[in-house]
């Protein structure tokens, strides 16, 4: 019988040879880190970019003496993302994020597919509405014809007056400001598409929306036109007049920015068209008719039968016309 062959062991790593391959590792370990390091600082830039700009666009914010607010009507290339929800023979409904100031702010835009651009209008929602709460209203103008972007407003639309007076006595720029900054940028996006015509874009502003879009409307003379349903503006005039011994300059200038009846003149040629509830239960019908009164020409003003707050179906006929009118 053959004998068995002894097979002699592997002779153990020495422990030189391991060090060698630890450092190794070691080395292959660190470079991985910075590299996802690399990427994350990356990543952080261009979201800290893409949120809250660079110092000089911020300081483009102003009051002027008589409360007058003014943003850059140039305001350079949006930062968006969007994603397809819906693609059909009738329409297309995006889902979009864009950058406006220090928020990410969310929104759907709808375009009815046609052979050519068509007009595009932006809504702002009442307080406590979100972009999907006025998906009503946005595939109406659709079947109008008519693109329409709903935007989610910074706290849902609600304000907080007292925070804002107190930011602005600090000199920083307060919410409500940049909540109308967001409608300016909202309509930056909706340029941004083909289907869009980027000459025929108005703001539709429901409740506090409606003061948002008319201020926004004002600031740019871009925008076609405004239409505020149940909406109206503070008249601080009034207000500062009864007590104008207790209110300070700065705040003359901050009531007086926030309140759409201080934009009015700034409008036309552009037409402000109001509709409003004649029983609103939210904002009486007497002080939209006060902010009526104070606006030039072109203006209408229409009073529905009813007692809801916002927009309802007895409003569709004469929205369609005063569109019809407003991108002739």
Not at 72 to 85: C, K, W
Not at 117 to 135: F, R, W, Y
Not at 171 to 188: C, I, N, R, S, Y
């Amino acid at each position: 019988m053959a004998k068995k062959r002894k097979t002699k062991p592997e002779p153990s790593q020495s422990k030189k040879e391991a060090r060698r391959q630890q450092a190794a590792a070691n080395k292959k370990a660190a470079k991985a880190k910075i590299l996802i390091a690399l990427g994350s600082a990356v990543i952080l830039i261009a979201l800290l970019w893409a949120i809250f700009g660079n110092t000089a666009t911020l300081q483009e914010w102003d009051v002027d003496e008589d409360g007058i607010m003014s943003y850059p009507t140039e305001r350079g290339i949006p930062v968006y993302d969007s994603m397809i929800v819906e693609n059909n023979p009738e329409y297309l409904l995006d889902y979009i994020n864009y950058s406006s100031r220090d928020a990410v702010i969310s929104a759907l835009l709808r375009i009815p597919n046609s052979s050519h651009p068509v007009p595009g209008i932006l809504i702002l929602p009442g307080a406590t509405v979100s972009k999907e709460g006025e998906q009503g209203l946005s595939a109406e103008l659709a079947d109008m014809g008519y693109a329409s972007m709903v935007i989610d407003q910074r706290n849902l639309g609600g304000v907080d007056f007292q925070l804002d007076g107190r930011l602005f006595q600090a000199g920083q720029e307060p919410t409500q400001h940049k909540m109308v900054f967001d409608a300016l940028k909202a309509v930056d996006v909706m340029r941004q598409y083909p289907a869009i015509d980027p000459d025929n874009i108005a703001i539709i502003g429901i409740s506090n929306g409606g003061r948002f879009a008319i201020i926004a409307a004002a600031i740019d003379p871009s925008i076609s036109g405004v239409v505020g349903i149940s909406t109206s503006g503070y008249d601080v005039e009034s207000f500062i007049a009864n007590d104008s011994n207790q209110v300070t300059e700065n705040q003359t200038r901050f009531l007086r920015s926030i309140d759409p009846d201080t934009y009015l003149d700034r409008l036309p040629p552009r037409k402000l068209v109001m509709m409003h509830m004649i029983n609103d239960s939210i904002i009486p019908l007497e002080l939209a008719q006060v902010t009526y009164e104070k606006a030039g020409e072109p203006k209408v003003f229409y009073p529905v039968e009813g007692s809801g707050h916002g927009y309802n179906a007895a409003m569709s006929e004469m929205l369609e016309a005063e569109l019809g009118l407003m991108f002739s």
